[in-house]
């Protein structure tokens, strides 16, 4: 079976602080990505990544950067966290189609909240 | 932009009752995946649709795609209470990028 594991569940930051958030799949996956979820706004992928030290934006990259050192790990960093960063992370992978069907596997998540 | 519109968006349904749960994409895409999210919970997959007609079932899901029309059907059969939960559909663009739908939240009452 897939793991993907998210390094905490919950968290709680205060504003301006430099957050990490580390995600580590167990299934040699080349795509990893990040999205945040909030109610009424369903998910909204952060970054992702399809290799090592390779990196795209997503849809709401801004305030946040990514880091991939290694293939089964992927890295969210909030530089200054801001009480709107405050969410639902959520860290996937998956393999590049065809290689499978292509579905992401999604680690537990970490909740985060920003005072 | 690529949306994806999922209806309804809150669904409470008897138990024993049947119910489908409709996907609609505005692009091409031949792949379409659908989890189940739990409350406090991840998303967990539940099918994967690669090609136009593609029908999967699992228990009392059953989900099916139709290119063409751009759209996806998750049918409910005699839903039990365990099936209370989030359901999304995605859709699977090049670039590597996944478009969710807003979800529908389901619950079965007894």
């Known amino acids: 079976d897939v793991k993907v594991t998210q390094s905490s569940r919950y968290l709680v930051k205060r504003t301006g602080e430099k957050v990490f958030l580390e995600c580590v799949q167990d299934?040699?996956?080349?795509?990893m990505f990040w999205y945040r979820q909030d109610p009424g706004l369903g998910l909204r992928l952060i970054y992702f990544s399809y290799d090592v030290k390779m990196k795209e934006k997503g849809d709401i990259p801004e305030g946040y950067s990514v880091s991939r050192e290694k293939k089964e790990r992927f890295s969210l960093i909030l530089e200054s966290a801001s009480t709107n960063q405050t969410s639902m992370y959520l860290c996937?992978?998956?393999?590049?189609?065809?290689?499978?069907?292509?579905?992401?596997?999604f680690g537990p998540g970490t909740r985060l909240t920003v005072t | 932009e690529l949306k994806v519109e999922q209806n309804p968006l809150f669904l409470s349904m008897q138990e024993g009752k049947n119910y489908t749960i409709y996907c609609n994409y505005s692009?091409?895409?031949?792949?379409l995946y659908w989890y189940r999210q739990d409350p406090g919970k991840s998303l967990e997959s539940l099918f994967v649709l690669l090609s136009n007609g593609a029908v999967k079932q699992e228990g009392r899901l059953m989900a099916s795609l139709d290119t063409k029309a751009r759209l996806s059907t998750l049918h409910i059969t005699a839903a039990v209470h365990d099936l209370s939960a989030t359901y999304f559909c995605a859709v699977d663009r090049p670039g590597n990028q996944f478009y969710f739908g807003t979800g529908t939240s389901l619950t079965v009452i007894p």
């Open positions: 692009t091409t895409s031949d792949r």
């Open positions: 996937a992978s998956r393999r590049t189609p065809p290689l499978a069907g292509g579905e992401q596997y």
């Open positions: 299934m040699d996956h080349e795509n």
